[in-house]
Every structure is written in structure tokens, then in C-alpha cells.
């Protein structure tokens, strides 16, 4: 009755209803499709601070985290952290392969003698030594050795 006073067409009017609908459908599911590819893109980039920075973040960094994305650091570090024990292997070491499997390393305090594998060595400070990679790293990351560039 209203659409007669009006004057308008009873077609065209549900077109545009129809259209509108449809635009506005799309729309949200265009603006959908955004908003999950935005969380993926933190999730892989939360995902890399993991293997960069280890199981804890800096509070900078965590500053800028919603509880959401904290509550996923923490659910994959643990992951990779019981996935890594199961497998008896620290992954987060070395991401990409060493060029040569020795490396050279100068002594920061006097450790004293140190069995390595099938021989005994002695480290004095500031001396200088090529040793295996494997055998290097964990005495860098407790900060006994540093790696030495010429």
C-alpha cells in the first residue's frame, strides 16, 4: 500500500533490498577474511620470536601482546619445549647450517683443564681454540667461551 502511494515498483524495490543484502554480505565477508588473515600474520610472527628470542619474551615485546596471543607464546613454547625433550634435541640452536662444522673461540675466564669428547684441553683466559661446533656451543651459551672473528 505505502509502495503505491509512493509510486514505486514493487521489483525494483526488492532488487534493491536484494542488492544491498548482498553487498552487505560480501562485505562482511570480505572484512572476515581481513581480520583472519591479520591474526595468522601475528600468530606466524609470534611464532618466530619463539625460534629468535627464545621461551621468554622482553617485556617491551610483551607489552604489545594481547592475553590471547601471550596464552599462545606460552601454549607453543611449551609444545616445542616438550617436543624438543622427547626428541633429545635442541632445534632453536642453530637455524641454519654451519658453513664449517669448527669453530674458533677465545676463552673469557680460566676454566682449567675440560674433557672434550676423546680429548683433555686446557682453557686459559683469552687463549684461543678451534673446536667442534657441536662441543663450542653450549660452553658459549654459558658464556665461557665467545665465538672469535678474525
Not at 624438543?84 to 682449567?112: A, E, F, W
Request: glycine residues 6%; hydrophobic residues 35%.
Amino acid at each position: 500500500m505505502k509502495m503505491q502511494e509512493e509510486g514505486l515498483d514493487i521489483e525494483t524495490t526488492q532488487n534493491r533490498d536484494y542488492f544491498g543484502a548482498l553487498i552487505h554480505h560480501l562485505s562482511l565477508v570480505r572484512n572476515k577474511r581481513c581480520l583472519l588473515a591479520y591474526v595468522y600474520n601475528r600468530g606466524q610472527r609470534i611464532q618466530c620470536l619463539r625460534w629468535q628470542l627464545g621461551a621468554v619474551l622482553p617485556a617491551d615485546i610483551q607489552g604489545k601482546l594481547s592475553y590471547s596471543e601471550k596464552e599462545f607464546f606460552k601454549n607453543y613454547s611449551d609444545l616445542l619445549g616438550s617436543y624438543m625433550t622427547n626428541i633429545d634435541l635442541d632445534l632453536t640452536v642453530d637455524s641454519t647450517p654451519p658453513k664449517d662444522p669448527y669453530i674458533q673461540v677465545r676463552v673469557m675466564d680460566n676454566v682449567g683443564e675440560v674433557l672434550l669428547d676423546d680429548q683433555s684441553t686446557s682453557l686459559l683466559r683469552n687463549s684461543i681454540h678451534l673446536m667442534k661446533r657441536t662441543e663450542a656451543e653450549s660452553l658459549v651459551s654459558q658464556g665461557i667461551l665467545e665465538e672469535f672473528l678474525a
